[in-house]
């Protein structure tokens, strides 16, 4: 079992930064994968970032060139570096992680306000 915790949601305005990080219960080396993933209000969940345990990484189109995702294996912690920031960003962002199973945080308030 896995514990993720995410913190570093907020309220800022249009071009600001935001850094997401999500804490694990254990160690994150056997995780295959480890991703962001998105929701608003009526719509499906949508993947933002992920990283494999080589440290490649794979980014929707609408986030490319602005967000970065990283993960720190010595501090179990998954982070994403948010930089100009849209207003069309704002959702609640998830922390991901799997292996055999997946593992979901429980979520935190991203909001952009033009």
């Known amino acids: 079992q896995m514990q993720l915790v995410e913190s570093g949601g907020g309220s800022v305005q249009a071009g600001g930064s935001l850094r997401l990080s999500c804490a694990a219960s254990r160690s994150i080396f056997s995780m295959l994968f480890m991703g962001w993933y998105r929701q608003t209000p009526g719509k499906q969940r949508e993947l933002v970032a992920i990283i494999n345990r080589d440290g490649n990484t794979n980014y929707a189109d609408s986030v490319k060139g602005r967000f970065t995702i990283y993960r720190d294996n010595t501090k179990n912690t998954l982070y994403m570096q948010m930089n100009s920031l849209k207003p069309e960003d704002t959702a609640v962002y998830y922390c991901?992680?799997?292996?055999?199973?997946?593992?979901w945080g429980q979520g935190t308030q991203v909001t952009v306000s033009s």
């Open positions: 991901n992680a799997h292996s055999l199973i997946a593992y």
